[in-house]
């Protein structure tokens, strides 16, 4: 089984929020220390994604597949999408 391991420097997750519902539970963890206290990680049954800025790290925990999304935007406005 593959694994995400991350270091970014200064950043402490310090809140989790886990959503739960029918069959799900997904935990969001936030960068308290970070520059904007966004979200850092999302953690669901099969899958954990990472969240850099405009890009989107996910690893697959069932296929052990590791993908990427990078959004672009001009002029604060979403443009492309590049996976």
């Keep these: 089984m ?4 991350v270091f970014i420097k200064n950043t402490v997750i310090e ?4 959503v739960t519902g029918p069959n799900k539970v997904i935990s969001y963890g936030y960068a308290g220390a970070g520059p ?3 979200r850092l990680l999302r953690k ?3 899958a954990v994604t990472l969240y850099l ?25 979403p443009i492309a999408v590049s996976l």
């Excluded at 593959?2 to 391991?5: E, G, R, T």
């Excluded at 809140?15 to 886990?18: P, Q």
């Design 53 to 77: 800025g405009s890009q989107e790290i996910r690893l697959d925990t069932v296929k052990d597949f590791l993908s990427g999304t990078l959004y672009y935007s001009h002029g604060g406005k």
């Design 15 to 18: 809140d989790e929020v886990t």
């Design 2 to 5: 593959a694994s995400i391991a």
């Design 44 to 46: 669901e049954k099969g």
């Design 36 to 38: 904007d206290g966004s």
